[in-house]
């Protein structure tokens, strides 16, 4: 009974989303009729790495690149917004269209074995970009010298994969991204019995629609999923999550370009969460 509602919630939340962007298109053509004119299509096309085409997801992931030799502080993929800030990924660009990063904090503590991330692009449109996000984690479990399996080196290993697709109309200014994710967690290095038996997948998905507002490059972010509770590992339950993010613009010389201030909903528990991100 609980996941019917939970998923009603979820299309109507994705339904209002789209009704909103098709709302604000209208007016946006009414009001700046050049929006439509084939002369403005090409600039746009030829500067999707403008300020005015910058993405600020909520709760998915854009799919574009950073660019070659850029570097972020950003979340690692097969994470979501209920997971802490400290598991957020170190990225540099590779070539125009592939990433990879590592979450620092990890490599400081004892029981850690591994960790990296990549994202790939595969297609780039005028409007559409679509990419495989990837990320792997692995931690050492300590066994007592007691356990049956004392003498083996048991890891416990978390792997997701995700696609994630960015919509960036050609002659709109709106944007809109959704995303899906499979997450695995089992525990490897003693036998094929163990592994399958602690085996655990969750699948995760979300809808972001973005819209500038005020005039002056702010952007407000809305954005529904099912997302994990903890969005660390595959062991955790599934909750519905609905909320906004607001960025502000600062311009391209401030230290802290976009500063960023979210608020996540469950609507079934009543649960609040905020959310602080910038972008330097």
């Known amino acids: 009974m609980r996941s019917s509602i939970s998923l009603r919630v979820q299309l109507i939340a994705a339904a209002s989303l789209w009704a909103l962007a098709l709302n604000f298109e209208a007016k946006a053509s009414a009001q700046n009729p050049t929006l439509n004119s084939?002369?403005?299509?090409?600039?746009?096309?030829?500067?999707?790495?403008?300020?005015?085409?910058?993405?600020?997801p909520h709760l998915t992931y854009d799919a574009r690149a950073l660019g070659s030799w850029n570097f972020a502080i950003q979340q690692t993929p097969g994470t979501n917004l209920n997971t802490t800030i400290w598991l957020s990924s170190l990225v540099v660009g590779v070539g125009e269209r592939f990433e990879i990063g590592t979450v620092p904090l990890l490599w400081m503590t004892s029981d850690h074995d591994m960790n990296f991330s990549w994202k790939a692009e595969f297609w780039r449109g005028s409007e559409f970009t679509w990419a495989i996000l990837n990320s792997v984690m692995q931690f050492h479990l300590r066994l007592p010298p007691d356990d049956a399996f004392a003498s083996t080196t048991p890891t416990l290993r978390l792997e997701s994969s995700t696609l994630a697709t960015t919509y960036r109309p050609i002659d709109r200014e709106w944007i809109a991204s959704v995303f899906g994710t499979a997450s695995q967690t089992y525990i490897n290095g003693v036998n094929d019995l163990i592994r399958l038996y602690t085996l655990r997948t969750q699948f995760e998905h979300g809808l972001d629609v973005q819209f500038p507002v005020g005039g002056n490059g702010d952007r407000l972010t809305l954005g529904v999923g099912r997302l994990r509770e903890a969005g660390v590992t595959a062991y955790e339950g599934l909750e519905t999550r609905a909320g906004f993010t607001y960025s502000w613009d600062f311009g391209q010389t401030a230290w802290i370009q976009f500063p960023q201030l979210g608020i996540s909903l469950n609507p079934g528990t009543g649960n609040l969460r905020w959310l602080l991100n910038a972008r330097f």
């Open 38 to 56: 084939p002369a403005s299509s090409p600039a746009v096309i030829d500067n999707m790495d403008a300020p005015a085409r910058s993405f600020f």
